[in-house]
């Protein structure tokens, strides 16, 4: 069965400094996986995918099989990176499995 | 440039109505999809689409159904709405194949009273 764990459902960082948003999974096939973001009043939005390793508005994240994780990291946290973020994980054809999300709060 | 519409924004049901939400792409996408966003649960797959006339369930099927007709239009439909069916309902489509990701709609705020 498959399973996206995002541990931390509220983080807070300030302004300038590092960020990184946890998301681990399970999955028996050969895994897909993104992240999406919500901001306050808008609609969820794709952030980036692995298969892309693109870099959106300063957010990377790894794929690493080895410990089953896709961590979003920023290297420095800006007040318009507040905002809901999900991690989601492909499976079978083409349906996404969403974990519970984590609400990130850039302090100014 | 709204890509993916939804027909209403909030909406206040009583408890035993039939209910249908709308959703309306026009990306010419073959897939979508309904999910339900509640606070610490995040999104739950409800039901989706991969082509006219199909229906596959997701996660959480019960009390809901689909229609869709025409490749552009998915609904979703209480059949009998109850009070744990208040909440955000998402819908989104998307292309058929790997490193397509989701456009959503802006959601429809659903309460059951």
């Known amino acids: 069965a498959q399973r996206v764990t995002q541990p931390e459902k509220l983080l807070s960082v300030f302004k300038g400094a590092p960020v990184e948003l946890k998301c681990n999974y399970s999955y028996s096939g050969s895994p897909e996986l993104f992240w999406y973001v919500q901001y306050s009043r808008q609609r969820l939005q794709l952030l980036l995918r692995?298969?892309s390793r693109e870099s959106i508005k300063g957010f990377t994240a790894d794929l690493n099989k080895g410990e089953t994780s896709f961590h979003l990291k920023k290297p420095f946290a800006q007040e318009e990176d507040s905002a809901m973020y999900y991690c989601a994980l492909r499976r079978g054809a083409n349906n996404l499995f969403f974990g519970t999300g984590t609400r990130l709060t850039v302090i100014p | 440039d709204v890509k993916v519409t939804q027909s209403s924004r909030y909406l206040v049901k009583r408890t035993g109505e039939k209910v249908f939400l709308e959703c309306v792409q026009d990306?010419?996408?073959?897939?979508m999809f309904w999910y339900r966003q509640d606070p610490g649960l995040g999104l739950r797959l409800i039901y989706f689409s991969y082509d006219v006339k199909m229906k596959e369930k997701g996660d959480i099927p019960e009390g809901y159904s689909v229609s869709r007709e025409k490749k552009e239009r998915f609904s979703l439909i209480l059949e009998s709405a109850s009070t744990n069916q208040t909440s955000m309902y998402l819908c989104a489509s998307s292309l058929q194949g790997e490193g397509y990701g989701y456009t959503f709609g802006s959601g429809t705020r659903l309460t059951v009273v």
């Open positions: 692995h298969i």
């Open positions: 990306m010419d996408h073959e897939n």
